[in-house]
């Protein structure tokens, strides 16, 4: 594989949606940092209440649950930026392929020395990997901002109040918090790679209405099945409950992965991977490939 190409492929993706890539996530920091602050501008700040919650915090740093007060702390803070991620990834996959084709720059594109095979690659690397990584970035900075205030705070209650808090941020574990957090990015990547594929075969079939392409079918063989299932008595729906166990994550998947309590932190990440299996390999290959197929051989009007 020429990487050349490749990063050249990716920067024309990013270049093409860098409107959406670059205000999302900016907006999003933007929400977590200005609400808080027009609520403290609105409502004032009571520091008789304050101090006594900052001398009782005190007192908890010497706990050895504050790294796992933390964790949770870094979840709910990337949360909302992968929720969002996905839909940008959703509507990225719908549109990558039936966007240039509405424009017929698809032309264009395909007199460049890029490869069909190329071009689909470079379109799954870059909705996959890299908008994700624009997300998980972005919580990431907003983090780090929030820590840079901890860090002020905490040296001006040391000094003008004499309240340490110190131990709280040394004893936080942040590296390898905010570490398993990125590590579940390929998992997630890898187990999404079905429905990634399936909407982009519905973003190169569709000549109009790509979501709908992808969401109709779905749901009508849903309802189809669901019909054939109650006259014939089956035990239970096969595609139905496919879709469910491949996408589902219930206590029950947890308990499978078999992790202690100890090692809560890498409890996701155990259950994202241990959702791997031959489907997502098959599946994703056998779309992928129809989507190649179209691409190579769909006679553009």
Not at 222 to 244: K, N, T
């Amino acid at each position: 594989m020429n990487t050349t190409i490749m990063k050249a492929s990716i920067k024309k993706e990013l270049w093409e949606f860098n409107g959406m890539l670059t205000w999302v996530p900016v907006t999003l920091a933007g929400v977590f940092i200005f609400i808080p602050l027009l609520g403290v501008i609105l409502n004032g700040v009571d520091m008789k209440e304050l101090m006594v919650g900052l001398e009782n915090l005190a007192q908890f740093q010497s706990s050895d649950r504050i790294s796992e007060v933390f964790f949770v702390s870094a979840i709910a803070l990337f949360s909302p930026f992968i929720a969002i991620g996905f839909i940008v990834q959703v509507y990225y996959f719908v549109t990558c392929l039936f966007d240039e084709r509405r424009d017929q720059s698809v032309m264009f594109w395909r007199s460049l020395p890029v490869s069909d095979k190329m071009t689909i690659a470079s379109k799954v690397l870059t909705g996959a990997i890299v908008i994700p990584v624009i997300f998980f970035m972005a919580a990431t900075l907003l983090m780090l901002f929030i820590l840079v205030l901890a860090v002020i705070a905490c040296s001006v209650l040391s000094i003008g109040f004499d309240i340490s808090l110190w131990g709280m941020l040394a004893g936080a574990d942040i590296i390898s918090g905010v570490g398993y957090i990125w590590l579940t990015l390929v998992p997630i990547a890898i187990w999404l790679l079905p429905l990634y594929s399936w909407l982009m075969l519905a973003s190169i079939y569709a000549n109009k209405a790509p979501f709908l392409w992808a969401v109709l079918p779905i749901v009508a063989l849903l309802v189809i099945e669901a019909i054939v299932v109650h006259y014939l008595h089956l035990s239970q729906p096969f595609f139905g409950h496919f879709l469910m166990d491949y996408f589902s994550m219930t206590p029950e998947h947890l308990a499978d992965v078999s992790v202690d309590q100890d090692a809560s932190r890498s409890a996701t990440l155990l259950m994202l991977i241990s959702q791997i299996d031959y489907r997502t390999v098959l599946v994703s290959a056998g779309l992928l490939f129809t989507t190649y197929w179209f691409r190579v051989n769909k006679q553009e009007s």
